[in-house]
């Protein structure tokens, strides 16, 4: 009669590779195509760089955010950016509150609707060489999206800018 304490390690050990995989697999799905760029653990809880309304077909709002060194460079008004920063871009769906407005009387108030994605900028000069040392990833529902022409699309818009703006878009609101 084999130990019973024997069998659980090895059945144990038999489902590691299983488990590994797994982990390998949920790994790349956190991370965006072609910069592996991660949703930043904590990221709500960062300090506010700017907010941005997009009209049209976007209709939404978005609150911007930045990790402490990219505050700092904001704040200190730093060009080209250090490595180390980080900015997510929030983004909502833009919607009237008919509650609010029945109390103000009037149309006037517009809000937070559902969520749309999370956008990340992330400075790294030796991760990123190709792309002005920005990687980029969007999030949906806390996962990256995998479409790599989406991701392609981050530095050719952000590389448009004047080079002394160093592919941000975002002014900080003091
Ligand atoms: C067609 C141009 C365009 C494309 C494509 C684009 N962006 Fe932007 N991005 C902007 C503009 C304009 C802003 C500032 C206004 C706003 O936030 O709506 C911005 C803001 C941002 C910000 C806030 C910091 C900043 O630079 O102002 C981040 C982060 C960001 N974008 C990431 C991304 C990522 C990641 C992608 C690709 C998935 C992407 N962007 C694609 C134009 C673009």
Redesign the pocket.
């Known amino acids: 009669m084999p130990c019973p304490g024997r069998l659980i390690f090895l059945a144990s050990v038999a489902a590691l590779p299983i488990s590994i995989a797994a982990a390998a697999h949920r790994d790349a799905a956190d991370r965006s195509p072609i910069y592996g760029v991660r949703l930043p653990p904590g990221y709500r809880d960062w300090k506010v760089i700017g907010v941005?309304h997009?009209k049209g077909d976007l209709n939404s709002i978005?609150v911007?955010l930045g990790n402490r060194t990219a505050i700092q460079a904001f704040r200190r008004g730093q060009r080209p950016f250090p490595d180390g920063t980080v900015?997510?871009?929030v983004a909502w769906k833009y919607v009237a509150s008919p509650r609010n407005n029945a109390i103000f009387g009037q149309e006037q108030s517009f809000v937070t609707g559902d969520p749309t994605n999370v956008?990340?900028?992330a400075k790294d000069t030796v991760k990123y060489p190709g792309t002005g040392g920005w990687g980029?990833?969007?999030f949906i529902a806390g996962k990256a999206n995998p479409d790599v022409d989406?991701?392609r699309?981050?530095y050719?818009?952000?590389n448009r800018l004047p080079s002394s703006e160093d592919r941000?878009?975002?002014a900080y609101a003091p």
Request: glycine share 4%; with cysteine; net charge positive.
């Open positions: 941005a997009e978005r911007i900015i997510a871009r956008q990340v900028s980029y990833g969007q989406t991701l699309t981050c050719a818009c952000h941000v878009f975002t």
